[in-house]
Every structure is written in structure tokens, then in C-alpha cells.
């Protein structure tokens, strides 16, 4: 029986190692934890942060999910998860565009500055979320999180991890999407 | 009797002219004829659109629908294609279905022609294929139309100025009167493509359907492209679904559905009806504005050098390299996406599962032409 558990241990042992090589950390700073209440939240209305919300609900955490959450709504929560990336269909859905979402990006941040609120940016959405448009977020805000979850597709040119080095920041690329779950788990447990 | 030189020309070029008349009109006739599809043994019920508008019966915009129950309880996916038929992954995606697909729960309605008068004719102006020719793995050769954007003139005649959609006032160019993915929900008495998109409106309704798809095609150079779009009932699906297409290798995101935009299938047939409304898009080189030379051949190998470039300037959102995005590729993913969102509204839904049996994976889909998922002729033959 013991030399089961050991076998299950180095088993897992191996697999936490395989796994951690695969979820790359740009630097040695600790990603933050979050604190609950947290509201999920985009820069840009792709819907990724839908995928988000649904895989933290698998993992039986209750986020609430706004795409067009205003300051004062940021206010009521302790943590932000914001997924970057435009969408124009997003875009037409929610009646905005990348002005006003620029300026709503602007004043939730300096919210959550003012109140200490948590703030983890996670850009899920690959190459696809690597237009123009998500670039001129991307450049404008990246460096404001308090962590940074990435999705390699959508680091090619390597623009995440050079924002992390800069400012700092605790940084995760992920090889593979649904490495996502994981994420959540260490962060919202 | 002498005849004048004269006279005799005018004879010659009068018949020239009927002669062309003659072959013109049967070869744009030819496009009337229904295509061909084979349903499998597992196909429990064929209908028509006229069974749920019988003002359709007759015309041109009548159209098959398939039915498959398991004869398990369970859910029932609602599966559109050859909306736009010149977005020919669409209706050929649903075609192998109806011809293969088998469920082990639940029950799904196919309409490959969705817009089956828009099948009878070729965009005009545009050069684009009358027909596509598939071979099947016997050496056969299937015939399908290659279909244009609207609905023919010949059933709804001239295109106003301004096209208002009825429900909502909402003003469009005057060609999108005849554009089947304008018109929903549609009316019974309306103008000929609001009655088609309301006899559809009538299967989801007739038919219980829970969950709908609605097959298309796009510009390398649109945004909305390797995508699906999904109304805010189905997007934890449609997430799911994305996710799940991503372990396995396919790229794919997920996009809200524009509320104000309207008289869009996802957009009103969710509303109107009890179904989650989704819509796929795949790249099609040869509805694209830079495309090159615009034949069957690009529709199903989908090269084009003109798109290579413009990938390369960074000008599209669908990448194009020298492999291109044939048809059986942009089918294994629409095929792909099925699938999944199958397993993901059955994860969400389990009291109404839809589950499928021998679905090709992706995988086998992709790098294999598609004429071998199509049941030969000789099937129909030897019955």
C-alpha cells in the first residue's frame, strides 16, 4: 500500500513538474490570488470572458460576468478578471466602440487603483484577439494588471511577455487553452 | 425562287439567336433541378417546407427537410445550411450529415437548402460556378449547384431602393429583400423570402428544436471568419464547444450575436422561438473581393496566390498559405463544431441529450476529400 502512495506521489510529482514547464512564468513574481466577491469583465467585448466565467463555474466558483461593467459596479467586488481582445461583433452587440471602451478601460482602472481592487488581465483569444484594435488595449493597459494570464497563440511577437518584464508583472503563458482551468484553480482557490 | 443575300442573314442570325436562347435557357434551367442527396437508412422522416407553409409548395423555395430521431428522448438540433448557398461548406456540411449521420439520442432536423431558391441561379456578374462536381469513392460523380447569395430574381422581382425588415423598421440595401439571413422570423403572407424564413421559423416551432446552427461561409478578409457566433442563451455552449475544438487542434472563436442588427437567424429565431440561436463561419476564397480566377476548382481546393499575398501584407483574418482552405477542411470543421456543441448542450443539458454515434473526427474529416462521406448514385440505383 505504501509503495503505492509513493508511486502515486512521484506519478504526480511529475506531472505537477511536466505541467509547470507547460504553463511558463515569465518571472519569479507570485500571481495574485483572487478574493471573492470577483466580476469578470472586457476590454474590447470579445466574449472570452464568458469562457472564462463558464470554466470557473466547473470548478465551482461563482463569478459574475458584465461585459460592460462600469466603475461604480467594479466598486462592489475585490477582484476583477478582465479578458482582452476586440470584438467587432462585440462591438455592435454591446453599442460601443473602441473609443468609449478605451475610456470605460481607463476609468476601471483607476477605480480599482483608488479602492485596491485586484485586477488580472487574461488574453484567451490567440492571434485571433491580435488585430489592431486589441493591440492599441493590449499596449495601452496590459501594464496596468496586477497579473497576466496569456494564451501563447496571442504572444507570438512576444508583446505580453515584454510588458510583464517591464513593469513587473506576474506573468502565465499558457501552451494550451484549456490550461485556463488550471489557472482558475490557483488563482480562485 | 431566288433568295436574297440579305434575307438569307437575317435567317442565319436568327437562328444563332434562338439556338442561344434556347441553350441559355436550359442551362440556367438547369439549376432548378433539386440536387441530389441520398439520405441515410437513419433518416426517420422527410418534409417540406411546404409541409409547414403550403403557399411554398410549387416554387422554388420549397425545400427537403430531414428529419433523424433516435427514438431516444432526448433534445433536437436544428441544423440550417445553404443559407447563402455560394457558402458551400454550409449545405455540403449538412448533405454528409443527412447521408451519415446516426444518433443514439435525441433528434435532429437538417435543411441543407435553407434558401433553395437562391440554389437555382449563379451570381449574376460575378463568374462564380453553376455547378460543382464531387467524385465519390466508386468513381461516380456527384452534381451539386454552386448556388449565389439570394433568392433568384425570377421569384421576387425588382429589388426595392431601400429593404425595410418588417418586424423592426430597420433599413438595409434594397438586394437584402432577398437575402434569407435579413428576413427572419419572416412572415406567412409576406414577400417571397420572408415566407421561406418563416416556413423555417414554423420547423424549429413544429419541430421542438432546442438548439440551432446555421451553416455559412466568409471573406478571408472578414472579421467574422473561423468563428461562431452565438445569441447569449447558447454562449456557454458555444464557449464550450470553442474550448473543446481548441484541445483538438481547431482554432475557433466564439462572437456575440449583434442585437441591433436584425432579421439574423441566431438573432430571431432565438427570440422567437424556444431555440439557442448559433451561426457558423469558415473561409471561402471564392466569395472573397481579391479573389482570382473563380471556378469549382477554387471552390474546392481553395488556393488562391491573390489571398497567399494579401495573408502575407496581413490583410486577411483567415490565414492563407500555398495549402489554402479547401472544402473538405472548411467541412471537417463545421462538422467539428456539431459535434461539439452535441457534447457540450448534453454536458449542459443532461435530462436532453443529443448524442451522436460514428461521427468522422476531425481528423479523418480533414484531410479527406469529401466525396467519400457521400453515399454513390449507384445506391439510389440499386433500390
Known amino acids: 500500500m ?50 472564462i466565467t463558464v470554466l470557473a463555474k466547473r470548478i465551482g ?49 483607476k477605480v480599482a487603483k483608488d479602492d485596491n481592487i485586484k485586477v488580472i488581465g487574461f488574453h484567451i483569444g490567440g492571434e485571433g484577439r491580435r488585430d489592431q484594435m486589441s493591440d492599441k488595449i493590449i499596449e495601452t493597459y496590459a501594464g496596468d494588471f496586477d497579473t497576466l494570464v496569456v494564451y501563447k497563440d496571442g504572444n507570438q511577437d512576444g508583446i505580453f511577455t515584454k510588458i510583464a518584464q517591464e513593469k513587473n508583472i506576474p506573468f502565465i503563458e499558457l501552451e ?6 488550471e489557472v482558475l484553480k490557483q488563482i480562485l482557490k | 425562287m431566288k433568295i436574297k443575300p440579305t434575307s438569307l442573314l437575317a435567317c442565319v442570325v436568327s437562328g444563332l439567336l434562338v439556338l442561344t436562347a434556347v441553350l441559355s435557357y436550359n442551362n440556367f434551367t438547369r439549376q432548378w433541378k433539386d440536387d441530389l442527396i441520398i439520405p441515410s437508412k437513419h433518416v426517420t ?3 417540406w417546407l411546404s409541409d409547414y407553409l403550403p403557399w411554398l409548395k410549387g416554387t422554388r423555395g420549397d425545400s427537403r427537410v430531414f428529419i433523424i ?55 449574376p456578374q460575378e463568374a462564380t460556378p453553376q455547378f460543382i462536381h464531387i467524385p465519390t469513392d466508386d468513381g461516380a460523380v456527384r452534381v451539386f449547384r454552386g448556388g449565389s447569395r439570394g433568392t433568384n430574381p425570377v421569384d421576387y422581382w425588382p429589388d426595392p431602393e431601400v429593404f425595410s425588415h418588417y418586424q423592426t423598421g430597420q433599413k438595409l440595401s434594397g438586394e437584402e429583400v432577398r437575402n434569407l439571413n435579413r428576413n427572419y422570423p419572416g412572415r406567412p403572407d409576406g414577400q417571397f423570402t420572408e ?8 420547423v424549429l416551432i413544429d419541430e421542438g428544436v432546442d438548439i440551432n446552427l446555421d451553416l455559412h461561409e466568409a471573406w478571408p478578409e472578414y472579421p467574422f471568419v473561423n468563428a461562431v457566433g452565438a445569441d447569449q442563451r447558447a454562449s456557454d455552449i458555444a464557449s464550450l464547444a470553442a474550448l473543446d475544438l481548441r484541445m483538438e487542434g481547431v482554432e475557433i472563436g466564439v462572437e ?23 451561426l457558423a463561419e469558415t473561409p471561402n476564397a471564392s466569395q472573397g473581393r481579391i479573389r482570382g480566377i473563380t471556378d469549382e476548382t477554387l471552390v474546392i481546393k481553395g488556393q488562391d496566390e491573390f489571398y497567399v499575398t494579401a495573408t502575407q501584407l496581413g490583410r486577411t483574418f483567415a490565414k492563407f498559405d500555398e495549402h489554402g482552405w479547401p472544402l473538405s477542411k472548411r ?24 448524442e451522436f454515434e460514428n461521427m468522422p473526427t476531425y481528423d479523418e474529416l480533414v484531410d479527406t476529400p469529401v466525396g467519400h462521406f457521400l453515399n454513390s448514385p449507384a445506391a439510389v440505383a440499386g433500390n
Open chain 1, 2 to 51: 505504501k509503495r503505492t502512495q509513493s508511486w502515486i506521489a512521484k506519478i504526480s510529482a511529475v506531472v505537477v513538474a511536466v505541467f509547470g514547464l507547460a504553463m511558463t512564468t515569465a518571472n519569479a513574481v507570485e500571481p495574485v490570488k483572487a478574493e471573492f466577491p470577483v466580476l469578470v469583465t472586457s476590454f474590447g467585448q470579445a466574449p472570452d470572458g464568458n469562457t
Open chain 1, 61 to 109: 466558483a461563482q463569478l459574475t460576468y458584465d461585459t460592460l461593467a462600469t466603475p461604480e459596479k467594479v466598486k462592489e467586488f475585490k477582484t476583477v478578471i478582465v479578458s482582452i481582445g476586440v470584438s467587432l461583433k462585440g462591438f455592435g452587440a454591446a453599442g460601443v466602440n473602441l473609443d468609449t471602451e478605451i475610456a470605460r478601460a481607463a476609468d476601471i482602472l
Open chain 1, 176 to 181: 494550451k487553452l484549456p490550461q485556463v482551468s
Open chain 2, 45 to 47: 422522416t422527410v418534409k
Open chain 2, 69 to 123: 430521431d433516435s427514438g431516444v428522448p432526448g433534445g433536437t438540433f436544428g441544423l440550417l445550411g445553404g443559407t447563402h448557398p455560394d457558402e458551400q461548406a454550409g449545405w455540403m456540411a449538412a448533405i454528409i450529415l443527412v447521408e451519415k449521420l446516426q444518433l443514439k439520442s435525441g433528434k435532429m432536423v437538417i435543411i441543407p437548402h435553407a434558401n433553395n431558391s437562391a440554389m437555382t441561379h449563379s451570381f
Open chain 2, 195 to 202: 415566407r421561406v424564413a418563416h416556413a423555417i421559423f414554423k
Open chain 2, 256 to 278: 456575440a450575436v449583434p442585437k441591433k442588427f436584425r432579421g439574423l437567424s441566431y438573432r430571431e429565431l432565438s427570440e422567437y422561438s424556444n431555440a439557442m440561436g448559433l
Open chain 2, 331 to 354: 467541412v471537417a470543421r463545421h462538422i467539428a463544431l456539431i459535434n461539439a456543441l452535441a457534447r457540450t448542450y448534453t454536458e449542459t443539458y443532461p435530462e436532453k441529450p443529443i
